[in-house]
């Protein structure tokens, strides 16, 4: 027998309900049904997952090695049953919003608040743009916050977007880094250093290799990375330089300054569904979400470049 998610299942309810009894009862088992399906998981596994006295049921240590593993397998099987089963959305649930790129979801959330207060926001990170479009199409997804290189993304029919801002993408490397005080850093500059890259967004990782190449600087992917603070952390360490926001970075021993020329931008778009209700307030977040924005541009030091129309 191969262990699978119900197995998994029957291990987490017998953990948590403590006894084989209230067990069955939770997943409307025979209890004699319930205690064979047991033997047979112990059988797989080689030992005991439970001990058994007047008290109830205790995990023994293999018991609680299996379990820890299992309690993180169902939550992540949940999560991705979750993802790809949301629904129609209803009029009194909050607004699916899913992300490929975190970077404007502050300014959203703000155009919300300011005009559907009556409305939540709920979502997650997707790197994707393929399956962001595809969930939309699906009516997974309300809307989705996607990026590109490109100045225009794939509108797939029912699907309206809008550009929102655009901005260069800039390069983070070690403060003592040969070119840490240079006003800009050119590609070729970096020939040699291995790139440290946000992981799922293929596009940019294509398009700096071409740039590169074209160059005459190869790219060297070291890692990709989805967390910027690790991200920030491996180049701080002198681990690599990392493609960047145009801000200033938050931690220490790291300097950001823009790549020569400009030569990557990126684009920030808002897609959304035409025949849900939040198509009825979708452009007035989309012009809310650009002033946003630009107060935070023009009123934060943090930002190494203003929007001038790129």
């Known amino acids: 027998m191969e262990l699978g998610i119900r197995h998994l299942r029957v291990l987490r309810s017998i953990e948590q309900n403590g006894s084989l009894t209230r067990a069955a009862a939770e997943l409307r088992l025979p209890q004699a049904s319930l205690s064979h399906q047991l033997r047979r998981i112990e059988s797989t596994v080689g030992g005991s997952i439970f001990e058994r006295d007047h008290l109830g049921v205790r995990a023994t240590?293999?018991?609680?090695?299996?379990?820890?593993?299992?309690?993180?397998?169902?939550?992540?099987?949940?999560?991705?049953?979750?993802?790809?089963?949301?629904?129609?959305?209803?009029?009194?649930?909050?607004?699916?919003?899913?992300?490929?790129?975190?970077?404007?979801?502050?300014?959203?959330?703000?155009?919300?608040?300011?005009?559907?207060?009556?409305?939540?926001?709920?979502?997650?990170?997707?790197?994707?743009?393929?399956?962001?479009?595809?969930?939309?199409?699906?009516?997974?997804?309300?809307?989705a916050l996607l990026c590109d290189l490109s100045p225009q993304?794939?509108?797939?029919?029912?699907?309206?977007?809008?550009?929102?801002?655009?901005?260069?993408?800039?390069?983070?490397?070690?403060?003592?880094h040969p070119f840490a005080d240079a006003d800009e850093i050119r590609l070729a500059d970096l020939v040699g250093e291995p790139w440290i890259l946000p992981a799922g967004l293929d596009f940019l990782g294509s398009r700096l290799r071409e740039l590169c190449e074209r160059d005459g600087a190869p790219l060297r992917v070291w890692v990709d990375v989805d967390a910027a603070d690790v991200r920030a952390d491996l180049v701080a360490g002198g681990h690599g330089v990392s493609p960047s926001r145009p801000v200033?970075?938050?931690?220490?021993?790291?300097?950001?300054?823009?790549?020569?020329?400009?030569?990557?931008?990126?684009?920030?778009?808002?897609?959304?569904?035409?025949?849900?209700?939040?198509?009825?307030?979708?452009?007035?977040?989309?012009?809310?979400?650009?002033?946003g924005y630009r107060r935070r541009v023009a009123a934060d030091d943090g930002f190494l470049w203003r929007a001038d129309g790129l």
């Open 248 to 291: 200033r970075p938050s931690r220490p021993g790291i300097v950001v300054k823009p790549l020569a020329g400009n030569p990557l931008v990126l684009r920030h778009f808002l897609a959304w569904r035409t025949d849900g209700e939040f198509a009825v307030a979708a452009q007035r977040i989309c012009a809310a979400m650009v002033d």
């Open 61 to 143: 240590p293999l018991g609680q090695a299996l379990l820890g593993r299992a309690r993180a397998v169902v939550t992540a099987f949940d999560e991705l049953d979750r993802e790809f089963h949301r629904g129609p959305a209803r009029a009194d649930q909050p607004f699916r919003i899913d992300w490929q790129s975190a970077d404007l979801l502050g300014v959203l959330a703000d155009a919300l608040r300011d005009i559907a207060p009556t409305k939540q926001l709920t979502g997650r990170a997707d790197p994707w743009q393929s399956r962001l479009l595809t969930k939309l199409v699906e009516d997974d997804v309300d809307a």
């Open 153 to 176: 993304i794939p509108r797939p029919d029912g699907i309206a977007s809008a550009a929102l801002i655009a901005e260069p993408v800039f390069v983070a490397v070690r403060s003592s």
